[in-house]
């Protein structure tokens, strides 16, 4: 946890959509289309 504090360890991000598009991101996260971390932009 300690290094993820630290900012040693950074997470895989996959994609980014904004917020409009949560649907599209819920579905590809349950179909296992996402590789990574979806993130949600506001």
Do not use: D, F, S
Request: aromatic fraction near 0%; charge should be positive; avoid cysteine.
């Amino acid at each position: 946890m300690a290094a993820a504090a630290a900012g040693r360890i950074t997470p895989p991000i996959g994609q980014t959509l904004p917020l409009e598009r949560a649907a599209e991101a819920h579905a590809a996260i349950e179909a296992r289309a996402a590789i990574g971390k979806t993130l949600l932009l506001t």
